[in-house]
């Protein structure tokens, strides 16, 4: 399956444009390279980039910057769902800290495991309460929500 082929490659294309706006990607030129080449990887071969240099798939940046159509579009080849970059953070890890529902519902219900320690011994629960934004509030509590009800637990990092 090519992005040719797909009918969303349109808002697949806007959601890579928004990528390049999340402060963690605008602020390193290395990783505004990694998704642009994963972006025109996709559209020629429907394969993306596989790994950025800190051990990222394009499906943790798409949990990271709530970008749904083109989350459910990788995983159309079934990915690893708990693939770990090089902290040990899975693309759920991300995508709490972010507060991204759709993306944290998509991925739970593909498998991923709601309590995934990274090195530092923090689940995606503990990303959201310590690291991540409260705005809008509502979308926060909602995340922090639906992942309580999925049964994750909040740890306490070992670096705090």
């Excluded at 990915?79 to 693309?91: K, V």
């Excluded at 219900?109 to 990274?118: F, R, S, T």
């Excluded at 979308?139 to 639906?146: H, L, Q, V």
Aim: overall charge negative; charged content about 25%; hydrophobic content about 40%.
């Amino acid at each position: 399956m090519t992005m040719k082929n797909n009918p969303d490659r349109t808002t697949i294309g806007l959601e890579f444009a928004r990528l390049k706006d999340i402060r963690e990607i605008s602020l390193n030129n290395d990783l505004v390279t990694f998704v642009e080449e994963s972006y025109a990887s996709l559209q020629s071969r429907g394969i993306p980039v596989q790994l950025d240099r800190f051990k990222r798939s394009l499906l943790h940046y798409a949990a990271m910057g709530d970008c749904i159509n083109l989350l459910l579009y990788l995983l159309h080849s079934e990915p690893e769902i708990d693939s770990r970059d090089q902290w040990g953070r899975t693309p759920l890890s991300w995508a709490a800290e972010y507060g991204s529902l759709d993306v944290v519902r998509s991925l739970i219900d593909q498998g991923a495991d709601v309590n995934a320690m990274d090195y530092e011994g923090a689940t995606p629960l503990t990303w959201l309460l310590y690291a991540g934004s409260f705005e809008p509030f509502e979308k926060w509590a909602a995340t922090e929500a639906y992942l309580r009800e999925r049964g994750a637990r909040e740890e306490m990092m070992s670096s705090i």
